[in-house]
Nanobody, 113 residues
C-alpha cells in the first residue's frame, strides 16, 4: 500500500492551497483524510471522509475554511484549504484506512503573515 501526496508549499496569509493524496491498494478503502502537526503541537485531525458514504469530519480549527472531497474511482482524496493562516503552518499527513491504517510521509505547508 502506498500513499502519494502532493500540493504542499508556501502561501501568504489569506491564500489557498490544494492537497491531494492517492492510495494504491487492492483492499477496500474505508476512509481517507488528513492530519497535521504544527510546531509545538501534537498531530491533530484536519479532515476525514468516509469513502463509501462521503460522511465528513473536520477538525474544529479548520471548519468553514477547508473542504475535503474524494474521487473514489481514482482512490484519491483532496483537501482545499482557503483563508489560510500562519497557524496552519505545519506538516500535513495523508491518512488512509484499508484493512489497517496507512500514513503518507507528510507534505509541508507554510503560511507566511
Amino acid at each position: 500500500v502506498q500513499l502519494q501526496a502532493s500540493g504542499g508549499g508556501q502561501v501568504q496569509s489569506g491564500g489557498s492551497l490544494r492537497l491531494s493524496c492517492r492510495i494504491s491498494t487492492s483492499y477496500s478503502i474505508v476512509n481517507m483524510g488528513w492530519y497535521r502537526q504544527t510546531p509545538g503541537n501534537q498531530r491533530e485531525l484536519v479532515a476525514t471522509i468516509m469513502f463509501r458514504s462521503g460522511e465528513i469530519t473536520y477538525g474544529d480549527s479548520v471548519k468553514g475554511r477547508f473542504t475535503i472531497s474524494r474521487d473514489t474511482a481514482a482512490k484519491t482524496v483532496f483537501l482545499q484549504m482557503s483563508s489560510l493562516e500562519p497557524e496552519d503552518t505545519g506538516v500535513y499527513y495523508c491518512y488512509g484506512f484499508a484493512g489497517t491504517s496507512y500514513w503518507g510521509q507528510g507534505t509541508l505547508v507554510t503560511v507566511s503573515s
